[in-house]
């Protein structure tokens, strides 16, 4: 078997798992994959703690405690999840330590019903940072037009963030624009900028399954040449925004001062199509500097037979741009298809929210103690 996680890792490529769960952090599964298959970070978000939680494994005491307290669902939820985020992030810290604190780091994300509010945004940020309590944690902050003062305030305040739900070029631009002003804020407080870190999360496959959806539909041989390669080109155009931004004169002033690049990491890595290789938003977007989170499956989809040849993203912008441009001369509206997807990503994270407020709920009355 060639080592293909070791070798993207050794081309600058960050592997972060994109699950957890109470089970992984016990089994010793998640320090195995650490240790073996070069996994230096964990991402975490409602669907995932919803899939985690609801399948019961390992929370009942910790349930059977709250409920015994008469705690809130709301409360009980951030007591289970921060506890996971916690238990993860002690088994990565020798990563963060080793890294500088540039990965160990474990991702924890803000109440998904506040991603249209600023001030509640910040408020529950600075609020989890606090329950979790410890370095290397990443909070995780949508990218909606809310999201981008929230992201600004936050930084300001030394706190770690992992910008999620980006889909739009532009919108990239305003997420690297917002960490920009947060580092501005927090130097002006002299905070150490060296203990900032940030990432930024580009959402990968979706584009492709909405795209290709709307060029199967038109069904031309022109529209379905095109299938399967509107996120590829989107992500490394992303990669040259991030290039120009932190090459730029605002950037270098920072730098001096201390601070840390934002990283771009693809997210939503796993295939949808299974008419593409299972590895194709891992092989086709190796660059330095990047972090990509993947599903277990993808994961070891890429130890096994993943095709990494060295950067495949230097050189691909000219046709990245001919082929997201070759898209909207069909009708297809880039603009249209990117607030689609940020607006369906809100939604799902918050219909996962909602699952897991009502079987949280469930669990607290099954286990509750009976009176007398």
Known sequence: MTDALKRLSEEGVAIWLDDLSRKRITSGNLAELIDQQHVVGVTTNPSIFQKAISSGDGYEQQVTDLAARKVTVEEAIRMITTADVRDAADILRPVFDATGGQDGRVSIE??????????????????LAWLVDRPNTLIKIPATKAGLPAITEVIGHGISVNVTLIFSLERYREVMDAYLAGLEKAKAKGIDLGGIHSVASFFVSRVDTEIDKRLTALGTDEALALKGKAALANARLAYQAYEEVFSSERWAALEKAGAN????????????????????????????????????????????????????????????????????????????????????????????????????????????PSEG
């Open 110 to 127: 803000v109440d998904p019903r506040l991603a249209h509010e600023t001030t509640a945004t910040v408020a529950e940020a600075k609020q």
């Open 261 to 368: 690049k934002q990283r771009p990491l693809w997210a939503s890595t796993g295939v949808k199509d299974p008419a593409y290789k299972d590895t194709l938003y891992v092989d086709d977007l190796v660059a330095p500097n990047t972090v990509n989170t993947m599903p277990e499956a993808t994961l070891l989809a890429t130890e096994d037979h993943g095709q990494i040849t060295g950067n495949t993203i230097a050189g691909t912008y000219e046709q990245s741009r001919a082929e997201l441009d070759a898209v909207e001369k069909l009708g297809i509206s880039y603009d249209d298809v990117v607030q689609l997807l940020e607006d369906e990503g809100v939604q799902k994270f918050e219909e996962s929210w909602n699952d897991l407020l009502k079987s949280t709920e469930a669990e607290l009355k099954r286990l509750a």
